[in-house]
């Protein structure tokens, strides 16, 4: 069996979004996942090939809608571990 595709994944993480943003409008909602996921989620979402590399294990991202487009409140943060594991 093979791996699925980077498109593929990117697709399934924009629906889910999309879902998500639909069944929860105007709420906050918690998402956990792995890094690979959002990072290739993020990439789609944000529309920047830049952002969704080598994110930290236990990191947090609050991405928020403006009205026009998904932007970034905070990234890959790390704040809330101690020092030494960072």
């Not at 290739?40 to 944000?46: A, G, N, P, R």
Request: charged residues 25%; hydrophobic residues 35%; contains cysteine.
């Amino acid at each position: 069996m093979g791996q699925e595709t980077r498109e593929s994944m990117r697709a399934r993480g924009m629906n889910f979004i999309k879902d998500i943003a639909s069944r929860f409008a105007g709420k906050k909602v918690l998402v956990v996942t792995h890094g690979y996921f959002l990072g290739q989620t993020l990439k789609e979402l944000i529309q920047d090939e830049s952002t969704g590399d080598d994110l930290r294990n236990t990191s947090v991202t609050t991405i928020v809608h403006n009205g026009e487009k998904w932007e970034y409140l905070l990234y890959d943060c790390v704040k809330h571990l101690p020092d030494h594991l960072y």
